[in-house]
């Protein structure tokens, strides 16, 4: 499917950058690509509306974006920059009811306890919002509109994840390692977003280096990369050094294909 637009909402991780009271030279830049908020992205067309996670970032990014509909929610995983907004879905509740939030169970049951004033009917405060779930699983697709989703599962660490293929975009953050089987899911796709926290290695995330391996094998036409610490550098200077296809991510970056 064309005419799918991917619209960068934040690029950076779970601190953004800049870091609270940090004196690291990629904090003080004024270059406006090396100011990240939280990771998350909207895809959308003339039929639909898809946000990828609600991080601590998520008003700040829809007044920005100018997003005035949500047809589904899609949830990563629970982690708080990938979470913490949800209280802020209550303007989109107001205009549309319940909103649809697709998630792994175990994400459901966590977004339950941590927001169970949304997500329980009982004695309900009059302005809060309400949600309406939808379990994922792996392997099974389901439908936004007309839009088929194909999630992908992949490990944080130890922590299961999910990616989603959209059309010809796939969307993967937080990763470190992922079956055989799961990446068959993502071949031939237009464009790969994949996350790459720096060039160091870490214990839960890609850095450079794989995430440049991970690219190599499944051979999209163009690759982003996101979820990137103040640690990789300055955006720039990244950019000089990454591969023809492969770019450096920022907040705001707006890709139709």
Not at 114 to 128: L, Q, T, V
Request: hydrophobic share 35%.
């Amino acid at each position: 499917m064309h005419g799918l637009t991917l619209y960068f909402l934040g690029t950076g991780t779970s601190q953004g950058i800049p870091v609270i009271g940090s004196e690291h030279p990629v904090c003080l830049s004024d270059n406006p690509k090396d100011k990240r908020l939280r990771v998350s992205v909207w895809i959308y067309s003339e039929e639909f509306s898809i946000i990828i996670d609600c991080g601590p970032d998520f008003r700040q990014q829809m007044l920005h974006s100018k997003c005035e509909h949500i047809d589904a929610l899609l949830f990563t995983h629970e982690h708080a920059d990938h979470t913490a907004g949800l209280d802020d879905i209550r303007p989109f509740y107001f205009k549309q009811g319940d909103i649809p939030v697709y998630a792994h169970k175990r994400v459901l049951d966590n977004l339950s306890r941590r927001f169970d004033y949304i997500f329980s009917n009982e004695n309900k405060y009059p302005g809060a919002p309400s949600v309406s779930q939808v379990e994922v699983k792996t392997n099974e697709s389901f439908h936004v509109k007309d839009q088929e989703i194909i999630p992908i599962e992949a490990m944080h660490g130890k922590l299961q994840v999910f990616g989603y293929r959209i059309g010809e975009i796939v969307y993967l953050t937080d990763v470190k390692t992922i079956d055989f089987s799961e990446i068959q899911k993502i071949k031939d796709c237009e464009v790969l977003v994949i996350n790459c926290l720096r060039e160091e290695p870490h214990n839960t995330h890609f850095n450079l280096e794989e995430a440049l391996d991970f690219i190599s094998l499944v051979q999209p036409k163009k690759a982003y990369l996101t979820h990137i610490s103040h640690l990789f550098g300055f955006h720039d200077e990244v950019q000089a050094k990454l591969p023809e296809n492969v770019f450096l991510a920022y907040d705001n970056l707006e890709i139709t294909i």
